[in-house]
């Protein structure tokens, strides 16, 4: 657990479950067919910004799509 992390920081001190079975239920999230394609989109806006010398896109969007469909995932796994 990166304690830089926010997520990370807001699931140890909020949630009764171990870090370690949270880290387990994110991994199977992320192997579920909208995380992947989530996934994807991240990596593709990461190689186009990547091959760019000057570019003012960045993939924040992308980002915040992904870990809101893994979130989305590990919490209907976890609270119900």
Do not use: M
């Not at 920081?9 to 009764?16: E, H, K, N, V």
């Not at 995380?35 to 990596?43: G, I, N, T, W």
Request: net charge negative; proline share 2%.
């Amino acid at each position: 657990c990166n304690l830089r992390n926010l997520t990370c920081i807001l699931t140890f001190f909020l949630c009764p479950y171990s870090p370690i079975l949270i880290q387990t239920v994110r991994e199977k999230c992320e192997q579920t067919e909208h995380c992947v394609h989530a996934r994807e989109r991240l990596e593709a806006c990461e190689t186009r910004v990547g091959s760019r010398s000057e570019t003012t896109e960045d993939c924040t969007e992308e980002l915040f799509d992904f870990l809101h469909a893994r979130d989305h995932c590990v919490s209907a796994d976890l609270w119900n």
